[in-house]
């Protein structure tokens, strides 16, 4: 990567200029996907390689640090990532580095192979309330004891884990991808009831099922997974990042811009492109790519809900988008309340937000202009960088870290279009 790119917990700020993005560039491998891949690659002592590999995302490079502290060796070569058995795993991670909130699967996968388990309690973005009540609730069904020792999250299960039904109080991610990890190895079947079932889901279950897993996907009703003794190596290639993907479409049509996006996730989009064509947006479908071709922002009225609807990750996203539009954009976080700490970021460069209750009111159409912000979480950092595209002067933005725990070289590839920006 070119020059320095930031790590946890530095001081390293981008500075972003206005810009117009035009070029051609490629979606990365799915943040959002490959950690689980790289969580469920501990099921087995095979070898596992995963194609279309994000090296760059740091989130990836601390869980590949974490794999390697608990047995394993991960070698990655341009965008393949090869993992192997070196050592005999250990079923405690005692990590002292920055936690992310995989540890709960990490936590679920050892307990699911070996009968007990201890993490670092889950770190990721700050969203609100995210305890991990739905986890505890799932590994004691199956027939885990969890509890709380020294800042380590322990679960129990000598005789391991037995196939359960599993009702899911809400449509959690991360609870579905643990239920799913787990019943691969449980004994008997297990069912998840009320599954949050998204593309990375698929990607998820396609993965073990190359790895020699039984699973069904009954829709967002429900996912049945045959536990069995152990599971194999595989090669995979993760999917593409759809977040990344909505971010340079967005990206492209504020700042005015001319891009082919390629390894678009056309499919896994069909709801938010709905509203954004609707929105003002024009872009057309290639063979594996979007073409965008400007446009005009307009409002939007949105709620964020399960798949296929609009995630709650993308509502930063679309308050960017709602800020250089004519009128008033309101945005309801109904997975999230209150998800809205980035808005005071983006008024400090004159963007006009308010919150009401749980709703983000955006009067759009002021002019921006650069500022200090600081990145609160991954998805405000990269609302802000694109704000910081259409604003006049120079934007700072702190804890730039945040943006490249999710962004697979994202300052090279911002450049690569046309971004003015550099690390500072």
Known sequence: MPETSPVAGSDTKFVVKRSKLSGVLKVSGAKNSVLYLLTASLLTDDPIYIDNYPKYLLDAQVHLDMLEFLGKSCKVDEDQVTIKTVAKPATTLDWSGRSIRNTLLILGVLTARYGRGAVP???????GDRKYDIHEMLLTAMGARVWEENGMLCAEAPGGLAGADVHLPLRSTGATHNGIICGTLAKGVTTIWNPHLRPETVDLVNFLRSMGATIEIYGQQRIEIVGREGMFGTKYKVMSDNMEALTWLIGSVVTGGDLEIRNFPYRELEVPLIFLRESGAKFYQGDDSLIVRGGECFPLEISTGPYPGINSDMQPLFAVYGAMAQGQTRIVDLRFPGRYAYAEELAKLGADCGVDGNMLMINGGRPLSGAKVRAVDLRGGIALALAGL???GETVIS?????????????RKLRSVGGKISYA
């Open 121 to 127: 309690l889950p770190g990721g973005c700050q969203l």
């Open 399 to 411: 804890d730039a870290w945040q943006v490249e725990r999710g962004y697979n070289d994202f300052v």
């Open 390 to 392: 259409c604003a006049s």
